[in-house]
């Protein structure tokens, strides 16, 4: 029987192995098959590494054998010899799993050098080359497979500098580079307890082993982890023919993209060094230079030529903007690597709506390329570019978003100063459970230490709040109350401006601009709609948030939380006479004062949705929220209304809930006083009679809040109809309305059938059914959901990402009963779910008719329902 097959020539692989070969390998098979000049040489499988951890770390059997006949090709097509004193064959090991993965092992370059070929190394070009080809080897070769500390090479690379003068690697002559291959020898033999292997066969068994060993160390496990990669699928090993990037003048190595991977412009984009070797471009060791100037230096202007004739070739053949690594010998251009290409949102929405103009990818291909995420990037405010802030430092871009506020220390401080209407930045140290409501409190969050996982960068990702984190140049002092940055001191109180999307502190209030949806932009959008077969919908609450919801191309409001109007100016004193008031009378005196207010926002919101749906919710939230709380508003309250302050007080402490999210809240309180939810009714049908008037088509949809039990909505709904019969007859015209509920109780999911009966429509409260589904407060989930997520406990904060095995199985039951009962009821969900990708899927699937999400998440709704459509469509063929 034949031995497995562990090895794969490049000219006998092809892009679609990633599987079995990796990325790297796929690809470099690929390139070798169009006919690009890539350096001959194989593949060893991601199976043969999997094998070997199976066999209890062995190479498998017919292994070796299949990687010595592997480099017998490489040797016939390089016309080399590995080992040879002669012409010596270099080799370069690389890994290279699936996904690519920061985890895994680095590259060795080089390999085949001892004392003996690297004579005839020097012979073919020069000493000084060969040894620091030689240095290289040993260096990349103690680190990688012997784990020796890679400073001590560096500290020795210094003294030579230093010795000499000199300050940069390649001004040391070969004479120093002789020694440091003596003395990097010297180091191995002390640090790993072994001396450097001469033999390159030895070289090349154990780089082929560390590769493999490399799929399981710790950084590795973790990336996979953080990533959801599976840890089943094994690394592949490349084992390339050297080409030589630092062979003098006429040499050079660099990295390409197709296109400008931040703004999608369509040019060649990158860097290059010349005589250099590697990684040296990416190190940092050399500043290198701009890829266009290539086109003006004598030695590489040609493989320039060439090499922007081979992105364009690699773009129309894998479709897509890639990103290459190069090296040129002599002038003569090699293709090391291309991948598809990282990018910003920007960019990845340029390329898109581009490439389907030049007619490469079509419009489905186009709105499938672009990630929600990145969308989420285009869609928070920016710091307007024509502004004169100073940065100060950068730090970590850890939540995307401009923002401007008051320097604050303190969680209840900041927490008390945004109740006072002040914009406030939560600096801290790093942040901590206890800081959540701060953190909800302030328009962003700064901190000196963490990472993009730390506390403060999940959180505020959560919120979706502007964060920068692990600003290191940022010296907190909590005890002076000020903060230093770079010598620059700013105490308590003063402005800055953060940039979450690029980790920029500014001093002072810097100017930001609100993301607009134009130019590709609104083409790929267009295109989303063409295909989406979900509604999208927003949920505003005044006229402003409901102009800017259909800016962005909101179809309708899918929730006015009539509540929230009841802040602004001087409502709130009408509002708490309604709550206070003992009588009917007294209670129908304060509606009277909020019935034109509410007509008046509700008339200013059905213009901004001329044509489209508005789904209004009566009163939801629990009284108390209302209430005043010092002693000066009591004794205010007490004066507008000519009562007793006692009484007043007696009342806020009787109206006190233990437990408010499930009191006397939703429609419990119009089913208890039903005057105002009349009276919301009439503002309703009042605006919605004058607005029409005006010639605008208004479609209002009344929702009732909690309902538990059909005979509750029945109760409401009473209340809604009489009101509309009463006023239409005496305007002597009708509007169409709706009158549905929100499904927010797992009893209300389990009865729809029922409470179909008396709704024509149901919208998904989310927010509510998660917590009353998980039983979890969402205001007090914040000390511990984050552990719970941190750990894997929760795959997701169900109030970020819904949660499709619990509350997403009663909205499915709902679905299925409430279709029962009105086969034409209509579907759609309002909760911040709304907005999420995953969950758009979810309801996607589900059936709904519509999402409903915040104005500025709604152009990722239409994306995602676009996504959630051609996915399934494709499995539909
Ligand atoms: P990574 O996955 O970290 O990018 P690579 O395997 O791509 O690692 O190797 C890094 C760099 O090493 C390449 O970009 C290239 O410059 C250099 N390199 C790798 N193999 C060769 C080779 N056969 N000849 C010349 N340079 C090589
Ligand atoms: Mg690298
Ligand atoms: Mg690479």
Redesign the pocket.
């Known amino acids: 029987m034949a031995a497995h097959r562990w090895v794969y020539l490049f000219r006998d692989g092809n892009a679609q192995q990633r599987d079995l070969l990796g990325g790297?390998g796929a690809n470099l098979a690929e390139m070798t098959n169009v006919g690009l000049p890539v350096?001959p040489g194989f593949t060893v499988t991601t199976e043969a590494c999997n094998a070997y951890f199976e066999d209890g770390a062995s190479l498998p059997e017919g292994l070796w054998e299949q990687v010595l006949d592997g480099l017998a090709d490489i040797e016939r097509q390089m016309g080399r010899t590995f080992g040879s004193p002669d012409r010596p064959l270099l080799?370069?090991v690389?890994s290279?799993a699936k996904f690519s993965m920061p985890g895994m092992m680095?590259?060795i370059?080089n390999l085949g050098l001892n004392d003996v070929t690297v004579r005839g190394l020097a012979a073919e070009a020069d000493e000084r080359f060969a040894y620091d080809c030689y240095r290289r080897l040993i260096q990349m070769f103690a680190k990688v497979v012997l784990d020796v500390n890679a400073d001590l090479f560096e500290d020795v690379i210094d003294e030579h500098k230093r010795a000499l003068g000199v300050r940069n690697d390649f001004e040391l002559p070969a004479d120093d580079l002789r020694r440091m291959v003596a003395e990097f020898k010297e180091i191995v033999r002390r640090e790993a307890g072994q001396d450097f292997p001469d033999d390159p066969h030895d070289q090349l068994r154990a780089a082929i082993i560390a590769v493999f060993e490399s799929w399981n160390n710790r950084r590795a496990i973790d990336y996979r982890n953080a990533n959801n990669i599976p840890h089943n699928l094994g690394t592949a090993v490349n084992v390339?023919?050297?080409?030589y990037?630092n062979m003098g003048p006429d040499c050079a190595?660099g990295v390409a993209f197709t296109r400008n991977p931040s703004t999608g412009e369509k040019r060649l984009f990158g860097e290059y060094l010349t005589n250099a070797?590697?990684?040296d471009v990416v190190a940092g060791v050399r500043t290198p230079q701009p890829i266009e100037q290539m086109a003006d230096d004598p030695h590489v202007g040609p493989a320039y030529q060439q090499l922007q004739e081979i992105a364009q070739r690699l773009e129309q053949h894998y479709r897509d903007m890639q990103d290459l690594?190069f090296?040129i010998q002599n002038g003569k251009l090699y293709m090391?690597?291309t991948r598809t290409g990282k990018r910003t949102g920007a960019a990845a929405v340029k390329i898109a709506v581009d490439m389907v103009k030049e007619g490469l990818i079509s419009k489905e291909e186009a709105v499938q390329r672009v990630l929600p995420s990145q969308l989420d990037q285009l869609l928070h405010p920016t710091i307007d570019p024509g502004h004169t802030g100073e940065v100060l430092a950068n730090g970590l871009p850890a939540s995307p978003g401009a923002a401007t506020g008051q320097v604050v220390f303190d969680a209840d401080e900041a927490k008390a100063l945004a109740e006072d209407g002040h914009d406030v930045i939560l600096v801290r140290l790093e942040t901590s459970p206890e800081d959540f409501h701060g953190m909800l409190a302030a328009r962003a969050v700064l901190t000196a230490r963490g990472g993009m996982t730390s506390h403060a960068a999940v959180v505020a990702r959560g919120m979706g709040k502007p964060a920068v984190v692990g600003c290191t140049a940022l010296q907190v002092d909590y005890d002076r109350q000020q903060i230093t940055i770079n010598g620059k001191v700013i105490p308590k109180g003063d402005y800055i401006t953060i940039d979450g999307s690029t980790g920029a502190v500014m001093l002072g209030k810097v100017p930001t601009i609100e993301p607009q949806v134009h130019g590709d932009l609104a083409t790929l959008l267009g295109w989303a709609d063409e295909i989406r077969k979900l509604g999208v919908r927003a949920n505003a609450d005044t006229p402003e948030d409901a102009a800017k919801a259909r800016e962005l191309g909101a179809q309708g409001i899918g929730l006015c939380r009539t509540e929230h109007m009841f802040f602004q100016g001087d409502r709130i004193w009408a509002v708490r006479e309604m709550i206070i008031a003992t009588t009917e009378e007294e209670r129908r005196a304060a509606l009277a004062k909020l019935e034109p207010m509410q007509r008046e926002d509700f008339a200013g919101i059905f213009r901004a949705m001329d044509g489209f749906p508005v789904t209004i919710r009566t009163l939801d939230p629990p009284l108390h929220e209302f209430l005043p709380h010092t002693d000066a508003e009591i004794e205010e309250l007490a004066r507008t209304m000519s009562i007793d302050p006692e009484i007043v007080k007696s009342k806020v402490v009787a109206l006190r809930e233990a437990n408010p999210m499930l009191g006397h809240r939703g429609c419990r309180l119009g089913i208890t006083a039903p005057e105002i939810t009349e009276m919301q009714a009439r503002a309703i049908f009042g605006a919605a009679l004058d607005v029409a008037a005006e010639g605008v088509d208004v479609r209002p949809e009344i929702m009732i809040p909690l309902v538990g039990d059909v005979e509750e909505l029945r109760l409401q709904r009473e209340v809604v109809d009489r009101v509309a019969q009463e006023m239409f007859a005496k305007a002597g015209r009708s509007i169409p309305y709706l009158v549905g509920t929100m499904i927010e109780l797992p009893r209300a999911a389990l009865l729809a059938d029922k409470i179909a009966e008396q709704a024509e429509f149901f919208s998904f409260g989310t927010n509510d059914l998660t917590q009353t589904t998980l039983g979890l407060s969402r205001d007090d989930s914040g000390r511990f959901l984050p552990y719970y997520v941190e750990h894997g406990i929760f795959k997701n904060d169900p109030f970020q990402v819904l949660d499709r095995e619990g509350v997403g199985e009663l909205i499915r039951i709902a679905v299925e009963r409430g279709r029962k009962t009105r086969p034409d009821i209509k579907l759609g969900i309002c909760g911040e779910h709304g907005g999420d990708p995953s969950s758009v899927e979810f309801c996607h699937q589900a059936g709904l008719d519509y999402v409903s999400a915040s104005p500025f998440r709604v152009p990722i709704a239409r994306l995602a329902a676009a996504q959630a459509a051609l996915e399934q469509s494709e499995r539909d063929v």
């Open positions: 790297k350096p080799v370069s690389r290279g680095d590259t370059l390339q023919a050297m080409v990037g190595t070797q590697g990684e690594e090296t090391l690597q």
